[in-house]
């Protein structure tokens, strides 16, 4: 999970640079990934954001968050201890 948020830190920081007027180049280096895949990303998405740039809140829950409480109930685990193990709120 932790390389997926790694990812979705460098996709940001690269939608981040096209949006301050950086070629795809430019863009890719500062982000931190390869030039094939900031060209793959923009091609992809046609040049616009897939992604919300401005930084997360911590009122949502992420992807991971959310497997992590699918897995949680699964296992019958109370909505209070999956909470307090993700550091959130159970009613959030």
């Known amino acids: 999970m932790?390389?997926?948020?790694?990812?979705?830190h460098q996709r940001r920081a690269f939608w981040t640079?096209?949006?301050?007027?950086?070629?795809?180049?430019?863009?890719?280096?500062?982000?931190?990934v390869s030039q094939a895949r900031g060209f793959r990303w923009f091609r992809e998405c046609g040049g616009v954001s897939p992604v919300e740039?401005?930084?997360?809140?911590?009122r949502y829950l992420d992807l991971a968050e959310r497997e992590e409480i699918a897995c949680g109930l699964e296992r019958g685990e109370s909505l209070r201890a999956i909470g307090r193990r993700l550091g959130r709120s159970g009613s959030t």
Do not use: H, M
């Open 2 to 8: 932790a390389r997926t948020a790694e990812l979705q």
């Open 17 to 32: 640079g096209i949006r301050d007027g950086l070629p795809t180049v430019a863009a890719a280096k500062r982000s931190g």
């Open 53 to 58: 740039l401005s930084e997360p809140t911590g």
